[in-house]
């Protein structure tokens, strides 16, 4: 497809359960970005990934997240021992360069 | 201090009027400012972006950026009921992580 890709668009799941959210950006675009939006709430970043390059995890809000970019291309965000608090939409971005991004879709999880 | 703050609204405006929406961001240094649209249950778009002092206009869109004040605006002309969304301003500084406000919302009344 010509956007960025996100799976699931929803998920539901037990507290203290496993997550992982997939994205798959943009042909060609270098640059991922995931940010997550609780309802009603702005844009809160959570991790970068730029080509070859040591991911940015600065956002990450707790060692129960994790990230991984394969190739270059696909990436998978990891959410540990779900707490309710962790329900939001999780958006993932591409970027051709620094600047301007692409998002996704989102997917909606729900921990109940 | 919040790093990009925007008044959260909601804003009301009558079909055919100006809606003008303000941003306030903290780092001086940033270069680049990004104004996206995100309607009710979707991802955030990309609208308009500036990267110079003064106005920037795309259609019925304008973006005025004023660095020394740290101010950047976006102006809807002629607004239509398809305009009732949330706005972002987003604030790129040196690095690249774009810092998003918490957007404002905009009510067009037909």
Redesign the interface.
């Known amino acids: 497809g010509a956007g960025v890709s996100q799976s699931p668009s929803n998920k539901v799941t037990e507290k203290g359960k496993d997550v992982e959210l997939r994205c798959d950006p943009i042909s060609g675009h270098t640059?991922l970005?995931w940010?997550r939006q609780s309802l009603g709430?702005?844009?809160e970043?959570l991790i970068?990934f730029?080509g070859n390059s040591a991911p940015?995890k600065s956002?990450l809000p707790s060692d129960r997240f994790s990230a991984e970019r394969t190739g270059g291309s696909v990436s998978t965000l990891t959410i540990q021992r779900t707490q309710q608090e962790d329900s939001a939409v999780y958006?993932c971005a591409s970027s051709p360069r620094?600047?301007?991004?692409?998002?996704?879709?989102?997917s909606w999880l729900t921990v109940v | 201090q919040k790093e990009v703050e925007q008044n959260s609204g909601p804003l009301s405006v009558p079909e055919g009027a100006i809606a003008s929406l303000n941003c306030t961001y903290s780092d001086r240094g940033s270069q680049s400012f990004f104004w996206y649209r995100q309607y009710s249950g979707k991802s955030p778009e990309l609208i308009m972006s500036i990267y110079s002092n003064g106005d920037k206009e795309d259609g019925r869109f304008t973006a005025q950026l004023n660095k020394a004040s740290q101010y950047v605006s976006l102006l809807i002309r002629d607004s239509q009921p398809s305009d009732s969304a949330t706005y972002l301003c987003a604030v790129n500084g040196n690095d690249y992580k774009l810092s998003f406000g918490a957007g404002t919302t905009v009510t067009v009344r037909a």
């Open positions: 640059a970005y940010y709430q702005g844009l970043f970068y730029q940015d956002g958006l620094k600047n301007t991004i692409y998002f996704g879709e989102g």
